[in-house]
């Protein structure tokens, strides 16, 4: 008399190295296997043709519940029963036991793997692939509260064992190095269809290594293929390839703000989750930082600086001849709409950016561009990105600002490499920031802000021909003299920074930030200055009593 057996699901897609891993879990002594105990049931629902069909039919039970009951969760001898199941086989009508009861885990193969070779007994399609049953079945358990495992194939195939030992460390069983191999030939418990599908199989004995090289793919099954990555990548998300594979990708790093995680991005003309929002290899922005970008941040349901912003924004684009751009107005709702969905009402940064757009091929040249522009509007949650209580400190790099005789920094653009190289120095000294200066030697900007100094009462920035003329830094200027400061643009020498008694930087994203050390001299007595704290509460002040209301925000 059999006892009660413990029942190991596996789901996956056809071609997908289920029949090897059905094999390598039969080589264990404490498991017994059922290869697709559910095969006949889903021919009878579906009605679907196999050159093998009478037969199957004539020999295999073709009740599901039945099947569910009495074979997959029938007494056994061993401790474990292995179930390989296909995932388009778990058609409606069956028993929801089947999804409650046992261990389940779910193998995973790339489309562009499996396509190719797919169609030698039955033609591919979306249905007969199952990709999207595998997400309905990872969700399904996911809301049971038992999310399970995915094992992506590639992974076996590139470390069996490390792979195998991490699949059965989360069906919480013991790996035995017997499963790393078994005998070539067919086996008792094949089904009947495997004469017409497990001919590669049987001439195997372990898992063998992925082709260094892929064949073409064949473009009659292009379209295909694009239906199935995005569940592919779907379920690839949820796999731990990390602890599978020990000279693997790097660890998922954790987020400065963990909430931008789940948020919501406007690409192209439409809002989609952070993983997938992309753009093209073909834009503009990947072909040649061919784009302009603005910076705006959200106080108190409002969005502050917007119409100067979408000016520079235009500007910009104008300067560069981009064409087919998208109105003012269709900025503006992209906008809306983003913050909306996401409910960023306040501390929230807002990254536009507007490329030339997609080419119809490769290359330089804006001929190339026949697609109209792509809009990104990439929201997160963002505090200040500086102290803008302690104080930041600065080095001078020794990349310098661009000239207008090379690339005019009044456009806004997206090429920032001048800007990267001196970041790059300031990351290496230790720095927050890095002081650019201009071909002359006189200070221009930070590598990603304005710059103020303050000397004996005199508030002093240098002049907007080497730096970007900042909107935050217009924003300060007007403040300045509404706090009847005197102001002073001109050209300032890096001694003039060194000796100053305070100096701040102003941007989008840190807004003023006092500055309390360059090039290791101490500016002032160390501390945030006077006037600095003055403009800063000016600054906050103006910045959540103005700007331009989001539709339909209530403050609450």
């Given at each position: 008399?059999?006892?009660?057996?413990?029942?190991?699901?596996?789901?996956s897609?056809?071609?997908?190295?289920s029949?090897?891993?059905?094999?390598?879990?039969?080589?264990?002594?404490?498991?017994?296997?059922?290869d697709?105990?559910?095969?006949?049931n889903?021919?009878?629902v579906?009605?679907?043709?196999?050159?093998?069909?009478?037969?199957?039919?004539?020999?295999?039970?073709?009740?599901?519940?039945k099947?569910?009951?009495?074979?997959?969760?029938?007494?056994g001898?061993?401790k474990?029963?292995?179930?390989?199941?296909?995932?388009?086989?778990?058609?409606?009508?069956?028993?929801?036991?089947?999804?409650?009861?046992?261990?389940?885990?779910i193998?995973?193969?790339?489309?562009?793997?499996?396509?190719p070779?797919?169609?030698?007994?039955?033609p591919?399609?979306?249905l007969?692939?199952?990709?999207?049953?595998?997400?309905?079945?990872?969700?399904?358990?996911?809301?049971?509260?038992k999310?399970p495992?995915?094992?992506?194939?590639?992974?076996?195939?590139?470390?069996?064992?490390?792979?195998?030992?991490?699949?059965?460390?989360?069906?919480?069983?013991?790996?035995?190095?017997?499963?790393?191999g078994?005998?070539?030939?067919?086996?008792?418990?094949?089904?009947?269809?495997a004469?017409?599908?497990?001919?590669?199989?049987?001439?195997?004995?372990?898992?063998?290594?992925?082709?260094?090289?892929?064949?073409p793919?064949?473009?009659?099954?292009?379209?295909?293929?694009?239906?199935?990555?995005?569940?592919?990548n779907?379920?690839?998300r949820?796999?731990?390839?990390?602890?599978?594979?020990?000279?693997?990708?790097?660890?998922?790093p954790?987020?400065?703000?963990?909430?931008?995680?789940?948020?919501?991005?406007?690409?192209?003309?439409?809002?989609?989750?952070?993983?997938?929002a992309?753009?093209?290899?073909?834009?503009?922005?990947?072909?040649?930082?061919?784009?302009?970008?603005?910076?705006?941040?959200?106080?108190?349901g409002?969005?502050?600086?917007?119409?100067?912003?979408?000016?520079?924004?235009?500007?910009s684009?104008?300067a560069?001849?981009?064409?087919?751009?998208?109105?003012?107005e269709?900025?503006?709702?992209?906008?809306?709409?983003?913050?909306?969905?996401?409910?960023?009402?306040?501390?929230?940064?807002?990254?536009?950016?507007?490329?030339?757009?997609?080419?119809?091929?490769?290359?330089?040249?804006?001929a190339?561009?026949?697609?109209?522009?792509?809009?990104?509007?990439?929201?997160?949650w963002?505090?200040?990105?500086?102290?803008?209580?302690?104080?930041?400190?600065?080095?001078?790099?020794?990349?310098?600002?661009?000239?207008?005789?090379?690339?005019?920094?009044?456009?806004?653009?997206?090429?920032?490499?001048?800007?990267?190289?001196?970041?790059?120095?300031?990351?290496?000294?230790?720095?927050?920031?890095?002081?650019m200066?201009?071909?002359?030697?006189?200070?221009?900007?930070?590598?990603?802000t304005?710059?103020?100094?303050?000397?004996?009462?005199?508030?002093?920035?240098?002049?907007?021909?080497?730096c970007?003329?900042?909107?935050?830094?217009?924003t300060?200027?007007?403040?300045?003299?509404?706090?009847?400061?005197v102001?002073?643009e001109?050209?300032?020498?890096?001694?003039?920074?060194?000796?100053?008694?305070?100096?701040?930087?102003t941007?989008?994203?840190?807004?003023?930030?006092?500055?309390?050390?360059i090039?290791g001299?101490?500016i002032?007595?160390?501390?945030?200055?006077p006037v600095?704290?003055?403009?800063?509460?000016?600054?906050?002040?103006?910045?959540?009593?103005?700007g331009?209301?989001?539709?339909?925000?209530?403050?609450?």
């Amino acid at each position: 008399m059999g006892e009660e057996i413990e029942v190991i699901h596996s789901w996956s897609a056809p071609r997908s190295l289920s029949t090897s891993l059905m094999y390598s879990f039969a080589q264990r002594n404490d498991i017994e296997v059922l290869d697709e105990p559910l095969y006949a049931n889903f021919l009878r629902v579906t009605g679907a043709d196999r050159p093998y069909k009478e037969e199957l039919m004539s020999k295999m039970e073709n009740d599901g519940n039945k099947v569910v009951k009495e074979v997959i969760f029938g007494a056994g001898v061993k401790k474990y029963r292995y179930c390989k199941h296909i995932a388009k086989q778990r058609v409606p009508g069956l028993t929801n036991e089947l999804m409650k009861r046992g261990k389940h885990f779910i193998l995973i193969r790339n489309p562009l793997d499996i396509l190719p070779s797919f169609d030698k007994v039955v033609p591919p399609s979306f249905l007969e692939l199952g990709l999207a049953e595998l997400v309905s079945i990872y969700s399904e358990l996911s809301e049971l509260g038992k999310p399970p495992p995915v094992i992506d194939a590639a992974d076996i195939q590139e470390n069996p064992e490390a792979a195998l030992r991490g699949l059965c460390e989360d069906l919480d069983i013991p790996f035995q190095d017997s499963m790393l191999g078994w005998e070539a030939g067919p086996k008792s418990f094949d089904g009947i269809w495997a004469p017409w599908w497990y001919k590669s199989v049987h001439k195997s004995t372990g898992f063998a290594p992925a082709k260094k090289y892929p064949t073409p793919f064949p473009t009659s099954l292009y379209d295909l293929l694009e239906q199935s990555l995005p569940f592919y990548n779907m379920l690839k998300r949820h796999t731990r390839r990390s602890s599978y594979i020990l000279n693997s990708t790097l660890p998922h790093p954790s987020l400065p703000v963990p909430a931008n995680e789940k948020l919501l991005a406007w690409v192209g003309d439409e809002i989609v989750p952070r993983e997938t929002a992309k753009v093209s290899v073909f834009d503009s922005v990947v072909q040649g930082g061919d784009a302009v970008w603005e910076g705006l941040r959200v106080y108190s349901g409002k969005l502050f600086k917007l119409e100067e912003h979408l000016d520079r924004l235009f500007d910009s684009a104008k300067a560069l001849a981009f064409s087919n751009v998208p109105t003012r107005e269709e900025v503006k709702e992209a906008i809306f709409k983003t913050v909306l969905t996401n409910g960023m009402f306040g501390n929230a940064h807002i990254r536009l950016t507007l490329t030339r757009g997609k080419k119809v091929t490769s290359g330089m040249s804006p001929a190339f561009n026949r697609y109209g522009c792509t809009l990104i509007v990439l929201a997160e949650w963002k505090p200040p990105v500086y102290d803008n209580e302690k104080g930041i400190t600065l080095v001078t790099a020794t990349t310098r600002r661009n000239s207008p005789n090379n690339l005019d920094s009044k456009i806004h653009h997206n090429n920032l490499l001048n800007n990267i190289l001196a970041k790059i120095e300031g990351n290496n000294a230790g720095a927050d920031d890095a002081v650019m200066l201009d071909k002359d030697g006189y200070v221009s900007e930070t590598n990603a802000t304005n710059i103020f100094l303050v000397k004996k009462g005199r508030v002093v920035t240098p002049h907007a021909d080497y730096c970007l003329p900042g909107i935050t830094r217009a924003t300060v200027m007007e403040l300045v003299l509404k706090e009847n400061l005197v102001l002073e643009e001109r050209r300032i020498s890096l001694s003039e920074f060194h000796t100053a008694d305070e100096v701040w930087t102003t941007g989008t994203m840190g807004e003023l930030s006092p500055v309390v050390k360059i090039d290791g001299r101490i500016i002032g007595d160390g501390r945030v200055g006077p006037v600095t704290q003055r403009l800063q509460n000016a600054y906050k002040k103006l910045a959540e009593e103005s700007g331009v209301s989001i539709p339909t925000y209530q403050k609450s």
